[in-house]
Antibody
Framework: EVKLVESGGDLVQPGRSLRLSCDGS????????IHWVRHTPGKGLEWVSG????????AYADSVKGRFTISRDNGKKSLYLQMNSLGAGDTALYYC?????????????????WGQGTLVIVSS | DIQMTQSPSSLSASVGDRVTITCRAS??????LNWYQQSPGKAPKLLIY???ALKSGVPSRFSGNGFGTEFTLTISSLQPEDFATFYC?????????FGQGTKVELK
């Protein structure tokens, strides 16, 4: 079974940092691009960041550029999201999602498998 | 950034109804358009990719159409498990963007 499991979500104060993890199983982790997508009840789904199968191509939403860093360790079948300078606008349920494509360049990118999400709350 | 606008934002329908949701892009996304279904408390689920390709295992009552800036998702006969929120997403240009969602509710 293809599976993604997120962890690391927490209640943090504004300005602090947090690192999310996403562990993959049931597929060749190093063959696929993987993304972070967040969900809030008010705004719906927002694509946050994506990384190609080998880590060579990385992209971010404007709202997190310069504050968040995506990375992956294919040996551990894990994806990470380092989140710095967190603000209230970052409060969301964060999902990792597997791309059917190996890269993140323009094209067909079905996000065919999603984890269950990890909750980040930024509040004092 | 490419803006994705869905209409309607919500709709009420009955089991067996035919439902169509529209997604418009602020500029052409060619056929790089996906549709997802999200039920309350659940992760999004891929339904349609490349505008009209049905993901394996998704019921054939779901269909997608369109190219460029205008797309539709149609459910030919609404089933009880289809009451959820549906999102379109473009992957033609980074940053990828989603529509605001269309909530399908029971009439």
């Amino acid at each position: 079974e293809v599976k993604l499991v997120e962890s690391g979500g927490d209640l943090v104060q504004p300005g602090r940092s947090l690192r999310l993890s996403c562990d993959g199983s049931g597929f060749n982790f190093d063959d696929y691009a993987i993304h972070w997508v967040r969900h809030t009840p008010g705004k719906g789904l927002e694509w946050v960041s994506g990384i190609s199968y080998n880590g060579d191509n990385i992209a971010y939403a404007d709202s997190v550029k310069g504050r968040f860093t995506i990375s992956r360790d294919n040996g551990k079948k894990s994806l990470y999201l380092q989140m710095n300078s967190l603000g209230a606008g970052d409060t969301a349920l964060y999902y990792c999602a597997k791309d059917e494509n190996h890269d993140i360049l323009t094209g067909v990118h079905p996000l065919d498998t999603w984890g269950q999400g990890t909750l980040v709350i930024v509040s004092s | 950034d490419i803006q994705m606008t869905q209409s309607p934002s919500s709709l009420s329908a009955s089991v067996g109804d035919r439902v169509t949701i529209t997604c418009r892009a602020s500029e052409s996304v060619r056929s790089y358009l996906n549709w997802y279904q999200q039920s309350p408390g659940k992760a999004p689920k891929l339904l349609i990719y490349a505008a009209s390709a049905l993901k394996s295992g998704v019921p054939s009552r779901f269909s997608g159409n369109g190219f460029g800036t205008e797309f539709t998702l149609t459910i030919s006969s609404l089933q009880p498990e289809d009451f959820a929120t549906f999102y379109c997403q473009q992957t033609a240009s980074i940053p990828w963007t989603f529509g605001q969602g269309t909530k399908v509710e029971l009439k």
